[in-house]
């Protein structure tokens, strides 16, 4: 249980560093923290020139343990960052990959 806490711990602190990236202030970032079922998101909510900015940027859920990348949008990859906190790969899952790619990267195959 000690390893879900600092997971969770960790995913708040990267969304929540990821949302005060935002260059465009009319794009409102933000977090939701469901610390009671485990899923997390990033969301951004806007207008920009006439057009509607809507949309989960990361999602990541805490499964069985592991933690489950549901969509990431962004450049570096929440993945890579989150073995740069010390998370093992084993205890990632790329959830937006099917599950036949899955075995394929260095994570886990869910």
């Known amino acids: 249980m000690a390893n879900v806490d600092l997971y969770r711990q960790h995913i708040q ?7 005060s990236l935002v260059w465009d202030e009319r794009i409102q970032a933000q977090t939701i923290f469901d610390t009671e079922r485990d899923h997390y998101q990033l969301v ?4 920009r020139n006439q057009r509607r900015i809507y949309g989960p940027v990361l999602h990541l859920d805490i499964m069985d343990n592991k933690i489950w990348i549901q969509q990431d949008g962004t450049e570096v990859g929440i993945a890579n960052e989150l073995v740069e906190l010390g998370v093992p790969k084993q205890d990632i899952i790329l959830g937006f990959d099917p ?12």
């Open 13 to 19: 602190n990267l969304l929540s560093q990821h949302a």
């Open 44 to 47: 951004y909510v806007g207008w």
């Open 99 to 110: 599950p036949n790619m899955r075995e394929l990267s260095e994570f886990a195959i869910g």
